[in-house]
């Protein structure tokens, strides 16, 4: 299959093959209801009318199973048709991006430039038309790998269509194959190509018509949910419904903890089912926050979700749609953040930032572009303390260490490459947002590719980042800023410079330090100051985000030149 192959794919016959297979199974059902009629004949009796009936009833199943089949074909017409015409769309709208940019795509999915007007000595030009081209061959590419499975079902239902085996010898009923083909016909969603980037995984997505689209959320919700270059709102939908099976699962596995602890006469001393059971409460407590966060936010949505791969779970929520926004920031945290005892605060800084973003935008004059605020947890952050005294031995070690931020941010780089691949902006304004040991985990995002798709990042309260300067993160100077609060004793840790845990802070002069002091802001607005660690998102005494939250919130919408210094 190649793209000449669907462009050669014929709507029009599909459509009249679906009409004439219609027409087919109405009739078929007029014969089964005359049948029905005979077989109800009141008043006929005797070896006769049990012969007729007998022979009625096996025409009756005969009819049956035809119309079901036939049913069957037309069903997976219909669903051809529909997603044919999907990729020919799609293939178009394709051609337009390359003829726009001077590009053109071959049947086989390769991206020709031919455009010989940005010389190659301008790196930043050469790399805008390169991702054009990336992103061009990853969707054409989807295209016919979606066209290769929408000929591989048509021919396997055909087949057996054509041998017999489609219907089985259980009854069907007849009703259901003038709407559905009793389900025999349906084209199967495919699934993602393995180790796919975020734009490959967006391109696959792209390439599906919207009932296999659906298949998947209802089908693999695990896969869909947490699948960077799915759009947020598909993975919202995803990861939602999971929320009512895990809270059943986790609840009978703490039914059985109880019921072994309660029968054991040293508790759990001599085993490890009183930290088992702690684990399991506490991911009920984080199932509790994400309810009430998404309940108290209308319109959020849950972008990351996994209550099965670590102690405690992963969850992260956008205020706003990322899939759409103009600005999206991201907010990493650190040290002792979990679900259930921090999610909700993070939502509501979320909110408040998404509101001063859109004030901003609108004393700008730029009233009609969007924001979206994520607070991730998509990572285990060290925790002091835990539900047993080794969780605190190994917390204390965990800290000191920044292999936790090398994993979670190779998550972070991989979320944010997805933010920035199903936005439906060609080039949306992401800002890294990295608080406490999350911004050390930011900074190994950023060093691990982030960078790439990343316009602008802050980081505060920070205990060091692994990077002497900014180009150690691939970003600019001018598009990276720290703030340190008065009071605040981890950035003690991040001015040790080389001597940091970290081996390099970000209080070195070779940031951009920005205010965190109490003053009058560019608005007009009188802001408080930060004097602790925890304080630089909240709100201050009068309701308006302090000093550190207002230069969150114009850097987040791209005007730097308002910060305060």
């Known amino acids: 299959m190649n793209l000449g192959d669907i462009d050669r794919w014929d709507i029009g016959a599909l459509d009249a093959l679906e009409e004439t297979l219609t027409t087919r199974i109405a009739v078929l059902a007029d014969v089964e209801n005359e049948l029905a009629a005979i077989e109800s004949l009141p008043g006929w009796t005797g070896d006769a009318s049990a012969a007729a009936r007998n022979a009625s009833g096996l025409t009756r199943a005969d009819v049956n199973h035809d119309a079901v089949g036939i049913g069957a074909v037309r069903a997976l017409t219909q669903q051809t048709r529909v997603a044919v015409a999907h990729l020919q769309s799609q293939l178009g709208g394709l051609r337009e991006t390359a003829t726009a940019n001077s590009m053109l795509i071959t049947e086989a999915g390769g991206v020709l430039d031919t455009a010989f007007a940005v010389p190659p000595t301008d790196p930043s030009a050469r790399a805008v038309r390169e991702k054009i081209r990336a992103d061009l061959h990853d969707s054409a590419h989807a295209l016919i790998m979606q066209a290769v499975d929408i000929d591989a079902d048509a021919a396997q239902v055909l087949a057996r269509a054509g041998d017999g085996t489609l219907v089985g010898d259980g ?37 599906l018509p919207e009932e296999q689209r659906a298949q998947m959320i209802s089908e693999h919700p695990q896969l869909i949910g947490n699948l960077d270059g799915i759009p947020a709102s598909a993975r919202s939908e995803a990861n939602i419904s999971q929320i009512a099976g895990d809270r059943e699962r ?87 953040t979990n679900i259930g005892d921090s999610l909700e605060s993070m939502v509501r800084e979320a909110k408040n930032i998404n509101g001063e973003m859109m004030d901003q935008l609108e004393l700008a004059g730029r009233s009609d572009e969007t924001v979206a605020n994520v607070a991730w947890i998509g990572y285990q952050p060290p925790e002091l303390g835990g539900v047993s005294w080794w969780d605190s031995i190994s917390g204390a070690g965990d800290v000191a260490s920044d292999e936790i931020a090398k994993d979670g941010g190779a998550s972070l780089a991989s979320y944010f490459h997805g933010l920035d691949a199903a936005s439906t902006n060609p080039d949306p304004n992401i800002s890294a947002f990295g608080h406490s040991y999350g911004s050390l985990t930011t900074s190994e995002a950023l060093q691990h590719g982030g960078s790439e798709v ?97 230069n ?13 210094k």
Do not use: C
């Open 250 to 336: 986790l609840e009978q596995e703490a039914t059985a903890l109880r019921a072994k602890l309660d029968d054991n006469t040293f508790g759990g001393f001599f085993s490890d089912d009183d930290a088992a059971l702690g684990h399991v409460q506490n991911k009920l407590a984080d199932l509790e926050s994400i309810e009430r966060s998404l309940k108290d936010n209308p319109g959020a949505l849950l972008t990351v979700y996994d209550m099965t791969s670590h102690e405690r779970g992963l969850a992260a929520i956008a205020v706003g749609n990322p899939d759409s926004a103009d600005h999206v920031t991201v907010t990493t945290p650190g040290l002792g």
């Open 454 to 550: 990343v316009d602008n990042a802050v980081f505060y309260g920070s205990p060091g980042l692994n990077a002497v300067g900014t180009s150690d993160m691939g970003m600019d100077y001018e598009d990276v800023w720290v703030m340190d609060a008065e009071g605040d004793y981890v950035t003690s840790l991040g001015r040790l410079g080389p001597f940091s845990p970290f081996e390099a802070g970000p209080y070195n002069n070779n940031y951009q330090e920005i205010s965190t002091a109490p003053g009058t802001t560019p608005d007009g607005i009188a802001r408080d100051g930060v004097d602790d660690h925890s304080g630089y998102p909240r709100l201050g005494s009068n309701g308006e985000l302090r000093t550190s939250g207002y």
């Open 171 to 207: 009854a069907v009923d007849l009703a259901s194959s003038l709407t559905t083909g009793a389900g025999q016909g349906e084209l199967s969603a495919p699934f993602p190509p393995r180790d796919a980037t975020a734009s490959q995984v967006d391109a696959y997505w792209d390439a």
């Open 552 to 564: 969150l919130a114009v850097i987040g919408i791209g005007r730097p030149d308002l910060v305060m």
